[in-house]
């Protein structure tokens, strides 16, 4: 067991795990290099992988290998995204924040409010502390997005009546659906006009938690992704933000392999092939 608490906090290790192999691989689309400092300093029953030459069987893996690739190429195209909106937006949220380091890797002028229950950001500072790493406008809140959350951030100095983009990649899929229709109408009634959102959806999730692709990830991540998922029928929060006005773009992975020219092996069926990111704003 690590610092982190079981469940969907072993997630953002398990991830954080991902983006070191894909520092330091030769094909990299990206460079986080705090991911490794997370993993070295969690006190896990199990060992997590930084670099895929310790990985039996390499890229062609199912979890470090395969489903790695979509974690690597997910945060490219967020990272991407963030880069572009946040040129028109002085404050980014990120909700479920894990062990996301986008406020200090990028080198964005805005100000970043960063979500997360307090065990996952009690580990995320004290790690980066002890890096001397820090970035200036960066705000830790704790909260549950089940709960009120929205006065947290309001409380921390969040400005609603100017444009925001916002972030919740890796999350819709661990809540109940009423916390997720909440949480996109809080999000909305926060949004000034040419405010920026992404967000990543996960359709028929529900039933892919028994996948064969999460059957070894008990042993090597120290939980069953799958089961994770929310077993709740899910909204389609996209429709939902287009009724509010936002106007969107939504697309399925492969289209952001075929963009970056690294991503999941689109001829494997599975989970990963019908994740959805959508990108877009609220107009004025």
């Known amino acids: ?8 906090s072993s997630t953002a290790l398990m991830v954080a795990a991902a983006r070191a192999i894909e520092t330091h691989h030769p094909h990299s689309l990206l460079r986080d290099e705090f991911a490794e400092h997370f993993v070295h300093a969690a006190t896990a029953g199990v060992s997590l992988p930084t670099r895929i030459t310790a990985v039996e069987g390499g890229d062609e893996h199912p979890l470090w290998g395969h489903l790695g690739r979509f974690f690597a190429v997910r945060a490219r195209t967020f990272d991407d995204f963030l880069r572009d909106a946040a040129r028109h937006t002085p404050q980014v949220v990120i909700l479920g924040a894990g062990l996301d380091t986008r406020a200090l890797r ?19 500072q004290k790690v980066l502390a002890a890096l001397g790493a820090a970035a200036p406008s960066h705000h830790f809140l ?4 089940a709960d009120d959350w929205a006065s947290v951030l309001l409380a921390a100095g969040f400005d609603p009546a100017v444009p925001t983009t916002w972030v919740a990649e890796g999350l819709l899929l661990y809540l109940p659906a009423t916390v997720e229709t909440t949480l996109i109408s809080r999000l909305d009634s926060l949004s000034a006009p040419g405010s920026r959102v992404g967000l990543e959806t996960l ?9 064969a692709l999460f059957d070894t990830t008990p042993d090597q991540t120290g939980s069953h992704l799958g089961t994770l998922f929310d077993a709740d029928p899910r909204p389609d929060t996209p429709a939902a933000l287009r009724s509010l006005g936002w106007t969107l773009t939504t697309s399925p992975v492969d289209t952001f392999t075929r963009r970056y020219g690294r ?3 689109p001829t494997i069926p599975g989970p990963i092939l019908q994740s959805r990111f959508t990108f877009g704003e609220k107009p004025a």
């Open 203 to 211: 359709p028929g999730q529900d039933s892919l938690r028994d996948h």
């Open 1 to 8: 067991m690590s610092e982190l608490e079981a469940g969907v």
């Open 142 to 145: 704790s909260a549950d997005l």
């Open 263 to 265: 991503g999941p092996d």
């Open 106 to 124: 990028l080198g964005l002028a805005s100000t970043f409010y960063e979500i997360d229950r307090p065990d996952v950001l009690g580990f995320k």
